[in-house]
Each structure stands twice: as structure tokens, then as C-alpha cells.
């Protein structure tokens, strides 16, 4: 059975080194031993969340403190491409289902669209509240897949800004129904560059994407692309788009996605 991993603040494990000591405490250290009842001996991984993996053994398991000696230190560098889903509102939690299962297929940042067929809205407060929550349901997405990296929730974005970053992209690509060119060939293409920037994988509502933002997105730049014979869901295209990119790109097979 794999380690289970636990988070820290960001910083903490700065000067960890074999021999010395991991302390997790607060919410994730009442985690660790109320919950998956730790003990003294068990191995145990802890993470920043931003590339540093401190392998260890558990010294005391108290309350809501987990201390372990530090075994191995290992930083984790960023794979080259950075993948981004940009998930629009969907209803049913199935945007948020789609940012849980893009986050175990490693992608590195997720974006919330509020598209112009959204039924969902983010207004306000509620606003505040849901991108809270799809940080919430990404951090232990990463902690479920034992990341070394936690991806990045941006806060909402509309048509407007979304073209923006499109424009700015290594690769923006829309994932449409009726498109006629193929996400693998466009990621054999890319796979047989040179490997940086920032790729963009986008997914409309339940309703699909308006003509007019189709039409904005492509004048930015944006690619249309076909994934398969089938027409998925909002909650599965972005996470099959990401495992083929990671077949592609040769993020499958290697520990740190490189």
C-alpha cells in the first residue's frame, strides 16, 4: 500500500534533510492520527503542496500532532507543459467532478468559466464560496493521487478574459463536437516540439459553447478539436482530453510527469 501523504504550509519543509524532524499538526495532523490512526513506525509522506515530497517514519502520533523522522527529501520539478483545464459552470457538481478527477490525471491548474450558456452563476458571495469549495475538492483530488503539486484554482473567468489567455497560450484547444480535426493529432504535433508553455484545454456547458464565444475563441487563436466518435459529458471530456495529453507528452510512466 502506497504512503499515505499529508500537506504543510508552504515553506516548511525548507531545510528538511535525512535525520531530521516533520511535525503536521492542525486540521491535516488531526487527520493523520485521528482519522487514518497513524502510529509510531508507519511510513508517511509529507508535501508542501508546491514540489517538495519529504519521505519519512512516524516518531509520535498525539491529539492532532504527527511527527516523523525524515527519511529521503525529494523536490519535484514542474513537467514542461503546463495543462490547464477551463471547466465551465455546470450543474450537478459535475464541473467540480471534472476539476477532482483532472487534478488525479495531473493536471496543473484548473480555471472556472463562466460561459455564456452557464446555468450555474457565480455571483457575490456565492462566488467566494464555490471557488473555496473547488479549491477544496482539488486539494484532496491532489492528496488522494499523492502529489507533490497542488494545482493552482484561478478564480473565475468570463468570455472576455478567457480569450485573453488563449491568445497568450503555447496551445488553446476547444474541445467541440463537431470539430474535424483530432486532439491526438494536435498532440503528436506538439509532442514533436520543443517543450514549454501553457496548454489550454477547454470545455463548455451542458449546452455547449455559443457561436459567438466559438467564433471569439478561434479569432484568439483557440483550435477546435474532435476527441472521439462519442459525445461526453461536461464532467468527463476535460479529464479524457488530460489523459491523452498525458499519454502524449510522456507524463504517463514516470513519477514526476517528466
Known sequence: MSRPLFYVAPGALDGAAPGGTMTVDGAEGRHAVAVRRLGVGEGVDVSDGAGTRAVGTVSRAEGSVLEAVVDTVVHEERPPFRLVLVQALAKGDR?????????????????????????????????????????????????????????????????GRLAERIAQARLAVVLHEEASESLTGILRGVAS????????????????????????????????????PHVLRSSTAGPAALALAGEHLGRWGSRDGR
Open 193 to 228: 516540439g520543443d517543450g514549454e508553455g501553457e496548454i489550454l484545454f477547454i470545455v463548455g456547458p451542458e449546452g455547449g459553447i455559443s457561436p459567438a464565444e466559438l467564433e471569439r475563441f478561434v479569432q484568439a487563436g483557440a483550435r477546435l478539436a474532435l476527441l472521439g
Open 95 to 159: 464541473d467540480e467532478l471534472a476539476a477532482e478527477t483532472a487534478t488525479e490525471l495531473g493536471v496543473d491548474a484548473v480555471v472556472p468559466w463562466q460561459a455564456e450558456r452557464s446555468i450555474v452563476r457565480w455571483k457575490g458571495e456565492r462566488a467566494q464560496k464555490a471557488l473555496a469549495k473547488w479549491r477544496s475538492v482539488v486539494l484532496a483530488a491532489a492528496k488522494q493521487a499523492r502529489r507533490a503539486w497542488v494545482p493552482d484554482v484561478e478564480p473565475a473567468v468570463d468570455g
